[in-house]
């Protein structure tokens, strides 16, 4: 009875699977747009805490956009920064007056630091398209042009890739935890543009993402996601999805990626990610139903490994033949093909992450520069 049971279970769950991933296809499918061919005039915002090591780095990669000065700007808010974060940006302000620094003195009574941070970027902006990017983040130099060529007239947000940077080293587990770690943003990239593909955009990365002031205006800021205190890209972008008629498009091209720093520390890593996954609490119900389905799978997998062996062995032969497709297929928009053939070990490591941090995150508490969840 509990065999059948469990054969009839892990059949249901692996159907759902199945499905989830046939969607992801479909949506990458998608992906192909009209583009605009007009120069926009763009305003670009950096919030900025405790930076004073990528700042600099950052900024010459935006000052050095291959685009005309006069239409753009950059606006750096320094969030109650401790370090010499405001020094370096008043210091390039000198060689490139379309740089303008925001200071944040005290945090706000009602918004989280970050989309505070954002939002007073936003209010002070000159122009009505809105870029964003991170501090530890460094845009290259056709990334400017490639954004604006997205907002055709009934387009209203923009997201791209942001992938960390590879560090040059011969240590074992770093050289794997930069693996992981690129794999890592690599599925939940394929997944986030497969939901935009299909016009159901549930995630975004705020280091490569951008909208019109209009769209910010029109879904009320940030106020109706103000509870969380990550969200100011995936609950914004969801709320954009639901709330409005704009079209949300998703960048392909290798000029729209932007690279990232990865976290120093392991510690660093686990807090960071705690803080992505405590966003999932706010989520629609349809998208924890679909995590829920695709989670409950590799858990079920495993547990059906040690169980019954066999049966488990056919299961998770069948879950990565679908895995390789699907990021076979996400790598010929995105590259790092040299993570397809290590996709087996770094699959288990990615099963087993969400597993563990997911559910941590999701319910357990998490610090985001100097602020407790």
């Known amino acids: 009875m509990l065999t059948s049971f469990w054969y009839i279970l892990a059949a249901f769950f692996f159907a759902a699977y199945a499905a989830i991933h046939f969607l992801i296809i479909r949506g990458l499918r998608r992906l192909s747009y009209p583009t ?31 685009y005309p000065k006069d239409l753009y700007e950059i606006i750096v808010v320094n969030d109650r920064s401790t370090d010499d974060t405001a020094e370096i940006v008043m210091s390039m302000r000198k060689k490139f007056p379309f740089i303008k620094l925001i200071d944040i003195e005290r945090p706000s009574a009602d918004l989280p630091p970050k989309k505070f941070a954002l939002d007073e970027g936003i209010r002070n902006a000159t122009h009505d398209l809105l870029l964003f990017t991170d501090a530890d983040s460094y845009p290259p130099q056709q990334w400017l042009r490639e954004v604006v060529k997205a907002f055709t007239p009934e387009v209203g947000v923009v997201a791209g890739y942001s992938p960390f940077e590879w560090r040059a080293t011969d240590s074992f587990e770093h050289r794997w935890g930069d693996r992981f770690l690129r794999y890592e943003e690599l599925k939940n990239t394929i997944g986030t543009a497969a939901g935009i593909g299909l016009r159901s955009a549930y995630m975004c990365t705020g280091r490569n993402f951008a909208y019109r002031r209009a769209v910010f205006n029109e879904v009320g800021g940030f106020g109706k996601i103000k509870q969380s205190l990550s969200g100011d890209d995936d609950l914004f972008i969801q709320l954009v ?3 409005t008629s704009w079209q949300i498009r998703y960048m392909t091209s290798v000029d729209s990626v932007v690279v990232t720093e990865p976290p120093v520390a392991l510690e660093e890593f686990v807090n960071q990610r705690k803080r992505h996954f405590s966003a999932g609490k706010y989520y629609p119900r349809r998208m924890k139903v679909i995590f829920a389905c695709a989670h409950g799978f590799n858990a079920l997998a495993l547990l059906t490994l040690i169980i019954f062996p066999l049966y488990g062995i056919v299961l998770c032969a069948l879950k990565l033949l679908i895995d390789w497709y699907v ?31 997911g559910p941590v995150g999701y319910l357990g508490q998490f610090e985001w520069k100097g602020t407790r969840s």
């Open 36 to 66: 605009n061919s007009e120069l926009l005039s763009v305003s670009i915002i950096v919030a900025a805490r405790n930076e004073q090591k990528y700042i600099g780095r950052c900024l010459h990669a935006l000052v050095k956009q291959n």
């Open 241 to 243: 999805q639901r709330e």
């Open 327 to 357: 990021l076979n297929q996400g790598t010929r928009l995105f590259g790092n093909k040299e993570l397809v053939r290590k996709m087996v070990p770094l699959e288990v490591m990615f099963v087993l992450y969400n597993l563990i941090i």
